[in-house]
């Protein structure tokens, strides 16, 4: 996947840009109005501001702020955010610290350019991450180093419900989610985040047995999961995406494991 750099911003995140400069002008003229109010009433006597009309203590506070906020908006605009697993919405979030670059026309560019480069070999490695620990085969398997099956356990994914019967547990719904990510966008069909742990929390009061068109699913009290792939061609995919990751070297010698 290549991508030049000559790439025009999408209409979305330029009314977005937009959106955040005139934002930027209309907070500081209401801060020099605020501040001209303030002296009005210093002519009268101290401490006659209302604290609630204050103006923020710093421009640049405000200015940071609202760019981590567009930030994390035009990700979802642009729908990076299908091809990123917990992991790297996790370095997203901490790329968004105290040195988080302004929303600015050249830095959408150069961010949203290298995504597009690096797109697949980033949905390949999400692939991996949030399949690595369903199997420890690809350590013992030399002919197919790692594949998933048609069924999986996985472990410390359910929970006593608060209301009644079962639910996913808090510490799994990253997993769950991603999982599901995977199999949707895999299918081209549009994701909901939590969507498929919510419909399990809602069967699992009830019963520990859940169906859909791309699982079926037991929970036990012991807080397994037991997961059958209904799809078996997404499942081939998955497979296909683990298997090109591996052979790129993605993963380290067995021996060294």
């Known amino acids: 996947m290549s991508m030049s750099t000559s790439v025009a911003i999408p209409a979305t995140l330029t009314d977005l840009l937009q959106a955040r400069n005139d934002a930027l002008r209309l907070i500081a003229d209401a801060c020099r109005i605020t501040d001209m109010a303030k002296q009005l009433l210093e002519q009268y006597g101290p401490h006659l501001m209302p604290r609630g009309a204050q103006a923020p203590d710093s421009q640049e506070r405000v200015r940071f702020e609202l760019d981590c906020s567009m930030w994390r908006r035009a990700l979802d605009l642009t729908g990076f955010k299908t091809l990123m697993d917990a992991q790297a919405v996790a370095e997203f979030e901490k790329s968004l610290g105290s040195a988080a670059p302004e929303f600015t026309e050249g830095n959408i560019r150069a961010t949203f350019i290298d995504l597009r480069i690096n797109a697949e070999s980033m949905f390949r490695r999400g692939v991996f991450n949030v399949f690595r620990y369903l199997s420890d085969d690809y350590r013992t398997n030399a002919v ?5 099956g048609r069924k999986v356990v996985m472990s410390y994914m359910i929970r006593h419900s608060y209301r009644r019967g079962l639910a996913i547990n808090h510490s799994g719904a990253d997993k769950l989610n991603d999982l599901d990510r995977v199999f949707q966008v895999l299918d081209n069909k549009p994701f909901q985040p939590r969507a498929l742990e919510s419909a399990m929390n809602a069967v699992f009061e009830d019963g520990p047995l859940f169906e859909s068109d791309y699982y079926r699913a037991r929970a036990f009290k012991n807080g397994n999961l037991h997961l ?15 298997a090109e990751f591996y052979a790129n070297g993605a993963l380290p010698d067995a021996r060294a494991a």
């Open 144 to 148: 197919e180093p790692f594949r998933i």
């Open 228 to 242: 059958e792939f209904k799809r078996l061609d997404l499942l081939e995919k998955v497979n296909e995406q683990i």
